[in-house]
């Protein structure tokens, strides 16, 4: 038997789509080849079918001779990933389902199953109220990302996924820029929220953190001014005034409302 059957892959999708043996990193071969493996491991465990395929890596207008050239995909893949793949499957990566494929890795092997992990366990330790260990595997988890998901590849379910995964880092780093605020640590997420407000100039939360996190490092005056850059853009761009919450909490701060003091205890409202 092969001894590379005994070293573990590892898969990215947050950044390029890259596989590794241990420390041995595998070539994957043409962009349309990394597409039909980002699709399963994207769907790790699922199966997806040989239609969700095509149109993945062809979009709408494939070729006459779409489901050969996937098989072909599918087995360069699998020779790439599976060196020593027996008849019974048993140590099969790649597997062929009815009308289909699916990726059968553990989700401690995908970066993103990594991710997805942490974000979850980090929301159970902050429901329980432990905010520094939530914060740490926060931090833990966004590590994990580099450059653009997917990045260097194109097509329907990329585009999607692209913007699907650039959501969820969005969100946690709000959860994660919402927790250090609660747990005093204002000054030191300033300049991160500054250049993200930047990046996204229409997120209202985004906004509303670097304005706390301001009000509580003592720049009031600052404070009111994101408020005012970002009531701007929204008027000019989407022709709309900021939501209530952000509405509010600049009245709080133009008010100095005790409410917005930090409190050691992580009990002040945001």
């Known amino acids: 038997m092969d001894i590379s059957s005994k070293v573990p892959l590892r898969f990215a999708?947050?950044?390029p789509v890259r596989v590794w043996r241990g420390d041995e990193e595998l070539i994957l071969g043409s962009p349309q080849q990394r597409v039909v493996l980002a699709a399963l491991l994207l769907r790790r465990r699922r199966v997806v079918t040989t239609t969700e395929i095509v149109h993945a890596v062809w979009g709408e207008d494939p070729p006459t001779a779409a489901l050969p050239v996937l098989r072909t995909y599918v087995s360069r893949l699998r020779k790439?990933?599976?060196?020593?793949?027996?008849?019974?499957?048993?140590?099969a990566v790649l597997v062929s389902a009815t009308?289909?494929?699916l990726a059968r890795v553990p989700e401690d092997a995908v970066d993103l199953g990594v991710f997805e992990q942490r974000v979850a366990d980090a929301k159970k330790l902050r429901t329980a109220g432990e905010l520094a260990a939530a914060s740490q595997l926060l931090?833990?988890?966004?590590?994990?990302?580099h450059e653009t998901p997917l990045a260097g590849l194109t097509g329907p379910l990329v585009d999607a996924?692209?913007?699907?995964?650039?959501?969820a880092r969005l969100t946690t780093l709000e959860t994660r820029f919402d927790i250090d605020v609660q747990l005093g640590r204002h000054d030191s997420v300033i300049s991160e929220l500054r250049a993200l407000t930047l990046q996204h100039p229409l997120r209202e939360r985004l906004c509303q953190l670097l304005m706390i996190a301001l009000y509580r490092s003592g720049r009031q005056a600052e404070a009111l001014a994101?408020?005012?850059k970002t009531r701007s853009t929204l008027v000019a761009e989407l022709g709309i005034e900021p939501g209530t919450s952000l509405r509010e909490l600049h009245h709080k701060i133009l008010t100095a409302d005790p409410s917005l003091d930090y409190a050691p205890t992580g009990t002040a409202r945001s």
């Open 13 to 15: 999708v947050l950044g």
């Open 80 to 91: 790439i990933l599976e060196p020593d793949r027996i008849s019974d499957g048993s140590r």
């Open 99 to 101: 009308d289909g494929y």
């Open 139 to 145: 931090h833990d988890a966004l590590d994990g990302w």
């Open 161 to 167: 996924e692209r913007s699907r995964l650039n959501e």
């Open 226 to 228: 994101c408020y005012r």
